[in-house]
Each structure stands twice: as structure tokens, then as C-alpha cells.
């Protein structure tokens, strides 16, 4: 069975730092392209950052210099490092492999 496990969300001050964890079992994230997804107070699930099997990052603009994809294979963990942190960041982050296999969410909340 495959899953995805993510964790590290908190709340944090603006200019603040927080790293996500994406924990996978049941299949190898070098296997498949993952990506991060966040969802925002009434608003829908939006794409921010991908990772493909070779290993190119790619970020929507918004978050493009701030936060970095990266994947440890050893640990078959999926990574999100975010840095300089906004209040509109505030939001619950899922990691999604392939285009089917989530994650459960975890909660990131910027605020003074």
C-alpha cells in the first residue's frame, strides 16, 4: 500500500522558516515525479512546486527564490524548505506523487 505522510507544519512570524517532510512507503520517490500542493482558507488546492524523476525543480513564481523542493532517497522523503515566510503562505501543504497519491495535509500558519 502506498502513502505518503507529511509533517513539519506549524505556525511561524512572518520572515520566518519552516522545512515540510513528505514521508513515502509502498514506493520510492525517485520513482515518480512528486509535487506540493496548498490549499488556503476558502480557496482551492493549488500547485507550487514540483520535483522530477531527474531531479528538476520546478515553482510557480510566488514562491520561486523562497522555498526549494528536494528529495532525500535514502529516506524516501520528499522535502519543502520555505524561507521568508508571508501571511498569504498560510495554508494546509499536501505533497502529491505521480497524479493520484496524497498525502493527509499539514498546516502552515504565518502570522504575527
Known amino acids: 500500500q502506498v502513502q505518503l505522510v507529511e509533517s513539519g507544519g506549524g505556525s511561524v512570524q512572518p520572515g520566518g522558516s519552516l522545512t515540510l517532510s513528505c514521508a513515502a512507503s509502498?514506493?520510492?520517490?525517485?520513482?515518480?515525479?512528486m509535487e506540493w500542493y496548498r490549499q488556503g482558507p476558502g480557496k482551492q488546492r493549488d500547485f507550487i512546486a514540483q520535483?522530477?524523476?531527474?531531479?528538476?525543480?520546478i515553482y510557480i513564481d510566488d514562491v520561486k527564490g523562497r522555498f526549494t523542493i528536494s528529495r532525500d532517497n535514502g529516506k524516501n522523503t520528499l522535502y519543502l524548505q520555505m524561507t521568508n515566510l508571508k501571511p498569504e503562505d498560510t495554508a494546509v501543504y499536501y505533497c502529491?506523487?505521480?497524479?493520484?497519491?496524497w498525502g493527509q495535509g499539514t498546516q502552515v500558519t504565518v502570522t504575527s
Open positions: 520535483l522530477t524523476i531527474g531531479g528538476t525543480a
Open positions: 509502498g514506493m520510492a520517490v525517485n520513482s515518480q515525479f
Open positions: 502529491r506523487a505521480g497524479y493520484s497519491i
